[in-house]
């Protein structure tokens, strides 16, 4: 069974930056999509970014489009998200997640099988 644990959350002010890092624990790392999610109080919880294991190719959020750039490590079983720019808005709890399933679109929030415990983000302004 892989395990995902986020890091790198923090306070920072507005225009800063974080990088957040995901460690997958287990056998194997061979994932479809991985991904990083956020959500706030109340709120529906929503995709920020998200790479294809196979050829890193990377997709985003417009809302992050420019300020953040998500990468894999393959070696060393991890997924970081570089944030730049950080806007209050970009609060959030931040999610680290996994898709197993091959085929299944970068999009598809239920095709994440594997999720973490999250990590707080908050930019203050």
């Known amino acids: 069974q892989v395990q995902l644990v986020e890091s790198g959350g923090g306070l920072v002010q507005a225009g800063g930056s974080l990088r957040l890092s995901c460690v997958a624990s287990?056998?194997?790392?061979?994932?479809?999509?991985m991904a990083w999610f956020r959500q706030t109080p109340g709120k529906e919880r929503e995709l920020v970014a998200a790479?294809?294991?196979?050829?890193?190719?990377?997709r985003y959020a417009e809302f992050v489009k420019g300020r953040f750039i998500i990468s894999r490590d393959g070696a060393k079983k991890t997924l970081a998200l570089q944030m730049i720019s950080l806007k209050p808005e970009d609060s959030a709890v931040y999610y680290c997640?996994?898709?197993?399933?091959?085929?299944?679109?970068?999009?598809?929030?239920?095709?994440?099988?594997?999720w973490g415990q999250g990590t707080q983000v908050t930019v203050s302004s």
């Open positions: 287990g056998s194997t790392f061979n994932f479809y999509h």
């Open positions: 790479i294809r294991t196979v050829n890193a190719a990377a």
């Open positions: 997640a996994a898709q197993s399933s091959v085929g299944a679109s970068w999009s598809n929030r239920d095709a994440y099988d594997r």
